[in-house]
C-alpha cells in the first residue's frame, strides 16, 4: 500500500466532483461511490456504480438519499460544500446536519472535519433536544392550608390537616424496639404545621434520639402526646399550648425513611406507655 496521505485528498476530491455530476444528472449511484472513496481507496471508480445498481436493483432513483461523508480541505466553506455537492437545503442544511462537528459557527469549518452531506438525518437533529419536563410531583401538600385548624367542641383536633395514614398504631415490625409501632404515621412533607392536638403543657421539646426532634405534651386528663421527626420546633420545656396551636413543623428528623408525623398517646411521658392513638382522638371527636 503506498502511502496515503498524499494521494488521499485528491482522489476523493476528484471523485466527489465526478459523482456530483453523476448525482445531478442521474442520482441513482450518489452514496456508495463516496463512502468507497474514503474506504477502500484502491476500488476503482468504474467499479462503484456497478455495485450499486448490483445491490439496489429497484431503488427509485429519488428514494431516500444516503448520508455521505465529506471532509473539509483547506479553502471549504459551508455554503461552497453544500453548491458543489447539491445538497438540498444549501448551507444550513450541511450545518444544521453537523452541527455538532461544526459547532455554534457555521461561518468556521476546519480542515479534516467530516461532514455528512445531504443524509436522511435532519429529522434526527430536529427531534433531538426534546427534553421531556418532570411534572411537578409534589410528595404531599406542605403547609397548602394556612395554620389555621378546625377545633372541635370536645377541645380536642388533628395534630396535622388533612394527611393520610402511613404506618398504622401497633404494626408489628423489627423497626420498633417494642416490637410494634408507638404511634401512628400521618404522611406529610417536610414543613407541614403540627398542632397540639390539647391544651397542655410541653414536657419536652428537643433531640429525642430515634424520634429527632419531638415535643411531649401533657394533658389535663393526664395523657401525653408526642409529635416525633420535626425539622423545626416552636415551643420549649414548660411552655403552655392552646388547642391547635402550631408547636413545629413536620420533617424527617431521627429514624424516619421520608418526611412524616409520627404522632403518639401515653400515659406516661415515657417510651413504652403508649395507647392507640386513633382511638384516644376518636374518643374525644377527631376522626383522622
Ligand atoms: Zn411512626
Known amino acids: 500500500m503506498p502511502a496515503q496521505g498524499q494521494h488521499r485528498k485528491p482522489r476523493s476530491l476528484s471523485r466527489l466532483t465526478r459523482i456530483c455530476v453523476i448525482a445531478?444528472?442521474?442520482?441513482?449511484?450518489?452514496?456508495?461511490?463516496?463512502?468507497?472513496?474514503?474506504?477502500a481507496s484502491a476500488q476503482t471508480p468504474a467499479s462503484a456504480p456497478a455495485a450499486v445498481a448490483a445491490q439496489a436493483p429497484h431503488a427509485a432513483p429519488k428514494a431516500a438519499p444516503k448520508a455521505t461523508q465529506y471532509?473539509?480541505?483547506?479553502?471549504?466553506?459551508?455554503?461552497?460544500?453544500?453548491?458543489?455537492?447539491?445538497?438540498?437545503?444549501?448551507?444550513?442544511?450541511?450545518?444544521n446536519d453537523n452541527k455538532t462537528v461544526i459547532g455554534s459557527n457555521p461561518n468556521i469549518i476546519r480542515p479534516g472535519e467530516k461532514l455528512t452531506l445531504n443524509g436522511p438525518n435532519t429529522a434526527q437533529h430536529a427531534v433531538v433536544k426534546k427534553a421531556v419536563p418532570a411534572p411537578a410531583k409534589k410528595a404531599v401538600k406542605p403547609a397548602a392550608k394556612p395554620a389555621a385548624v378546625k377545633t372541635t367542641d370536645s377541645g380536642y383536633t388533628?395534630?396535622?390537616?388533612?394527611?393520610?395514614?402511613?404506618?398504622?398504631?401497633?404494626?408489628?415490625?423489627?423497626?420498633?424496639?417494642?416490637?410494634?409501632?408507638?404511634?401512628?404515621?400521618f404522611l406529610v412533607g417536610t414543613g407541614t404545621p403540627i398542632h397540639a392536638i390539647a391544651?397542655?403543657?410541653?414536657?419536652?421539646?428537643?433531640?429525642?434520639?430515634?424520634?429527632?426532634?419531638d415535643v411531649i405534651i401533657k394533658h389535663p386528663d393526664?395523657?401525653?402526646?408526642?409529635?416525633?421527626?420535626?425539622?423545626?420546633?416552636?415551643?420549649?420545656?414548660?411552655q403552655t399550648v392552646t388547642e391547635g396551636q402550631q408547636i413545629g413543623l413536620s420533617g424527617a428528623t431521627g429514624?424516619?425513611?421520608?418526611?412524616?408525623?409520627?404522632?403518639?398517646?401515653?400515659?406516661t411521658p415515657y417510651y413504652g406507655s403508649d395507647i392507640d392513638p386513633v382511638a384516644y382522638l376518636a374518643a374525644h371527636g377527631v376522626t383522622v
Request: aromatic share 8%; net charge positive.
Open 24 to 39: 445531478g444528472t442521474g442520482g441513482v449511484a450518489i452514496a456508495l461511490p463516496l463512502v468507497g472513496a474514503d474506504i
Open 71 to 95: 471532509k473539509v480541505v483547506r479553502g471549504d466553506t459551508l455554503s461552497k460544500i453544500a453548491t458543489s455537492h447539491h445538497v438540498a437545503g444549501g448551507w444550513h442544511r450541511v450545518y
Open 158 to 185: 388533628k395534630p396535622v390537616g388533612n394527611a393520610a395514614i402511613g404506618t398504622p398504631y401497633h404494626q408489628a415490625g423489627s423497626n420498633w424496639s417494642s416490637g410494634y409501632h408507638t404511634g401512628v404515621d
Open 199 to 213: 391544651a397542655g403543657t410541653v414536657v419536652s421539646a428537643g433531640w429525642d434520639g430515634a424520634y429527632g426532634n
Open 222 to 238: 393526664g395523657k401525653y402526646t408526642l409529635y416525633a421527626h420535626q425539622s423545626q420546633l416552636l415551643v420549649s420545656a414548660g
Open 255 to 267: 429514624n424516619v425513611t421520608g418526611p412524616h408525623l409520627h404522632f403518639e398517646v401515653r400515659t
